[in-house]
């Protein structure tokens, strides 16, 4: 048996979708879990000591920032640093559109971080993801028929995780892909109201598009139990939509893929007991 890639963030819907494509390839994994069971690793962003023993032994490592932690220093950095020390040689980690133009969001300083290190590094670059609508999304969806965001009138070109996650299994078992970062979006920018639209023909019911300011936003936030700062950067990237910052369309993922990338509609299509 081959040296596996360890899995950060295994238990969520990228995370998932990097095992099922490695696996796919015949590739060993280690999921990293706070509550491990089978072949996965007890791991956790903010127990160091948990560290060395989750990568001890693996090829690569699959990088992803929870959304909770910003200070990546001693967390998603000091873990690049044990991996590196282990002999880990390759990681790939999922990064945001924008990382190489705003170098104060954590996921720029966990890039300049790993390409001044001894890494094989590739960067995955993403857009909005289209599993929002059944993850930080789907409760006003389910309870309210309503998206629920201040996006205003600005386009998202929804990214499929299934997609990034085959990109990420090629990252790590195909050549060429070292010191690469992608920019990976969606095959079409989308207004809120066109998604609403999906959902209600999808759905048999009207979904609508809420267009709440920012602080009544931050209000429904609260109210489902978020901290401060996810809420805080979770507002900032929905207005950034407002001034075109998630509508760019970019061919690198059909190019890597060698296919489309799957589009919103069918992701709608093949989750709709989320949203019933």
Known sequence: MTAPI????ASGNVGQAVIAALRARGVAVRPLLREPVGDAAAFDF?????????VSG???LFLLRPPPISAVGPTLNRLVDVALAGGVSRVVFLSVIGADTRGYIPHAKVEKHL???AAAWTFLRAGFFAQNLGDAYRA??????EIFVPAGDGRAAFVDVRDLGEVAARAFSEDGHAGR???LTGPEALSFAQVAELLSGALGRKIRYTRPGVLRYMRRLRQRGLPFAQRLVQ?????????????G???TLAQLLGRPPRTLASYIHDHLDLWR
Do not use: S
Request: proline fraction near 5%; aromatic fraction near 6%.
């Open 6 to 9: 360890a899995i950060t963030g």
């Open 46 to 54: 903010l127990r160091p000591d948990t560290f060395e023993a989750a």
């Open 58 to 60: 693996a090829a690569g």
């Open 115 to 117: 390409a001044g290190g």
């Open 140 to 145: 006003d969806i389910r309870e309210h028929d």
């Open 181 to 183: 970062a992608y920019r």
């Open 235 to 247: 507002a900032v990237l929905h207005v950034g939509l407002r001034f075109g910052q998630g509508e």
């Open 249 to 251: 369309l970019d061919p």
